[in-house]
């Protein structure tokens, strides 16, 4: 299994919409996790920490589940802006920052 | 302020010849990461430094890589005798604290392809 697991992509929605991204942890003690957004040919740019139930940024909201060890990534109202790759992260209990594998959003007219 | 910084921005090299590619971090980060990212693929770690502690070099392929980071601040990623699968893109990254907990961010990258 591996430690920082996304869904797979590509998602393909309209603007407007409404679209959520899973990625689960294999680190039960991991205390911090991260979404990054990484355009085309460039580098990841943090989106979000989360250091606790979650976290809201305007259209963003992340959420966290220890219980089942997942953190997931709402984005409302979609923008044509927002089509990028969404990374999750979180630390192993090696103290690495892990990455997902990056799911693939594009949002179209 | 300024982010990290990375140089250069692309390079093309020969198979073979010995490529240094450069990191400069945030200014008053103590932790230092260098990752690979191939076409199309997630980030690979390749090793981070802490203040002075000696580096976790745990993601390092093969003893072709090396790296420094002299005077706890600009560090210098070595390949030699670069492969054509040593090509993709190689980011920095730099943090306030030690890993574990703390936000990375990223530099531009520098893109390596080997002829």
């Known amino acids: 299994r591996k430690e920082v697991e996304q869904d797979p992509g590509p998602f393909n929605v309209p603007e407007g919409a409404t679209v959520a991204f899973n990625c689960t942890y294999s680190?039960?003690?991991?205390?911090?996790f991260f979404w990054y957004r990484q355009d085309c040919r460039k580098e990841p740019k943090l989106l979000m920490s989360?250091?606790?139930s979650g976290n809201e940024d305007g259209r963003f909201t992340a959420q966290l589940n220890r219980a089942s060890q997942y953190i997931s990534l709402l984005i409302r109202d979609s923008k044509l802006s927002d089509s990028a790759t969404y990374l999750c992260?979180?630390?192993?209990?090696?103290?690495?920052?892990?990455f997902g594998q990056g799911t693939e959003l594009s949002v179209k007219p | 302020g300024a982010g990290v910084s990375q140089s250069p921005s692309n390079k093309v090299t020969e198979k073979g010849k010995d490529v240094e590619l450069r990191c400069d971090p945030i200014?008053?980060?103590?932790?230092l990461y260098w990752y690979r990212q191939s076409l199309g693929q997630g980030l690979e770690f390749l090793i981070y430094?802490?203040?002075?502690?000696?580096?976790?070099k745990s993601g390092l392929p093969s003893d072709r890589f090396s790296a420094e980071r002299t005077g706890g601040s600009v560090s210098t990623l070595t390949i030699q005798r670069t492969q054509q699968e040593d090509s993709a893109v190689y980011l920095c990254?730099?943090?306030?604290?030690?890993?574990?907990?703390?936000?990375?961010?990223f530099g531009p990258g520098t893109r390596l392809t080997v002829l």
């Open positions: 990254a730099s943090s306030f604290g030690g890993p574990g907990h703390d936000t990375q961010y």
């Open positions: 680190n039960s003690a991991s205390q911090s």
């Open positions: 989360v250091y606790s």
């Open positions: 992260a979180s630390y192993n209990q090696g103290g690495k920052l892990i």
């Open positions: 200014s008053g980060h103590t932790a």
């Open positions: 430094f802490q203040g002075n502690s000696a580096p976790d």
